[in-house]
């Protein structure tokens, strides 16, 4: 079945950097677009960052634009996220998303998220 790992998550002082990393299974990884979402206390979860199923095409929300990179390894079935200059305001649960077809319409698979804290 489809599995989505995230990792790489922890507490950061504000100006620090993480590389969350989101390891998939269960499908062929090399044919999807994947995306990143953040979730923070209190608010929706937003769309970070989304890249496609070759690695050629990038978007990023505004908030992020210029601080954070998506890339993904398709050898390794991976998805990364590198985020620089972090803010206190990018805490978060952080998570992946690959939006996979079905015969009924597309269907949305997360992974289980990992928590993003930049504090001083």
């Known amino acids: 079945q489809v599995q989505l790992v995230e990792s790489g998550g922890g507490l950061v002082q504000p100006g620090g950097s993480l590389r969350l990393s989101c390891a998939a299974s269960?499908?062929?990884?090399?044919?999807?677009?994947m995306s990143w979402y953040r979730q923070a206390p209190g608010k929706e979860r937003e769309l970070v960052a989304v890249?496609?199923?070759?690695?050629?095409?990038?978007n990023y929300a505004d908030s992020v634009k210029g601080r954070f990179t998506i890339s993904r390894d398709n050898a390794k079935n991976t998805v990364y996220l590198q985020m620089n200059s972090l803010k206190p305001e990018d805490t978060a649960v952080y998570y992946c998303?690959?939006?996979?077809?079905?015969?009924?319409?597309?269907?949305?698979?997360w992974g289980q998220g990992t928590q993003v804290t930049v504090s001083s």
């Open positions: 890249i496609s199923s070759t690695g050629g095409s990038t």
């Open positions: 269960g499908f062929t990884f090399s044919s999807y677009a």
């Open positions: 998303k690959a939006r996979l077809p079905r015969a009924w319409g597309p269907i949305d698979y």
